[in-house]
């Protein structure tokens, strides 16, 4: 079986990707299995660590079986009757994705959206995880400096990793607001932690509603906050 990795068409450019180098060389292992990857340079990984691990670089996936995405592909780049794998964000009937799901199903092509791909108990195999909630934090906090004229922090992807991204936030001082973070799971431990880096305390939900600080707080909350059998 063709595997192809497909070069990301949706723009901004994503940096993620399905398989990693690593990842590549552990199918190889396979019989039969080959991997073609399409050059980007926008990839996490130089095209090279896939070279070097046996991956064919090539434009061209239209030899492949498989292909394999992480953001939406772009209408034009589709190739009939393939099977692909990647994020069409249509499963909530997205209107904005209302043309590439026509043109999905009008070319013949067999999408395995990764929203929707479970195991045994339905829990998702492919979510949302703990740096999820470390980007979606610095960008909240981060937004909101620019907008109030705070603070003017990096983007993320310009920083080295998560302790860089840690030592920015490290230097800035929060006016005394108050934040709540909803959710207690892989996405909230991620973003729980960029606040704890930045030294805001976190406090009981009750204390939250009733008290004022003279700092900036947060408050972690889950189902069981949000609604309150009366």
């Known amino acids: 079986m ?9 723009y901004p450019p994503d940096r993620r990707v399905v398989l990693t180098p690593d990842a590549c060389a552990s199918l190889l292992n396979y019989p039969g299995v080959e991997i073609y990857v399409a ?3 926008h990839r ?4 090279s660590a896939y070279a070097e691990v046996g991956a064919i670089l090539q434009e061209d996936l239209s030899v492949c ?3 394999l995405g992480v953001k ?3 209408i034009e780049q589709l190739i009939p009757g393939k099977k692909y794998f990647f994020f069409s964000h249509t499963i909530k009937k997205q209107s904005y994705n209302r043309a590439l799901l026509q043109a999905i199903l009008a070319q013949g092509i067999s999408l395995f959206d990764h929203e929707v791909i479970v195991d045994q108990n339905g829990q998702r195999l492919v979510a949302f995880g703990y740096y999820a909630g470390v980007v979606g934090a610095y960008h909240a906090i981060r937004t909101y400096g620019l907008k109030h004229g705070l603070f003017e922090l990096a983007k993320p992807s310009d920083l080295a990793d998560i302790n860089a991204l840690k030592n920015v936030l490290r230097e800035i001082n929060l006016p005394p607001v108050k ?3 909803t959710g207690k799971g892989r996405v909230g431990s991620g973003a729980a932690e960029v606040l704890d880096a930045m030294g805001l305390p976190c406090v009981d939900p009750e204390d939250f509603l ?21």
């Open 72 to 74: 939406e592909v772009p």
């Open 44 to 47: 996490a990984f130089p095209d």
């Open 39 to 41: 050059p980007s340079v």
């Open 210 to 230: 009733v008290n004022e600080y003279p700092h900036a707080v947060y408050t972690a909350i889950d189902v069981c906050s949000y609604v309150q059998l009366s």
């Open 179 to 181: 934040i709540v973070l």
């Open 65 to 67: 079986d498989v292909l």
């Open 2 to 10: 063709r595997f192809g990795l497909i070069a990301e068409g949706k």
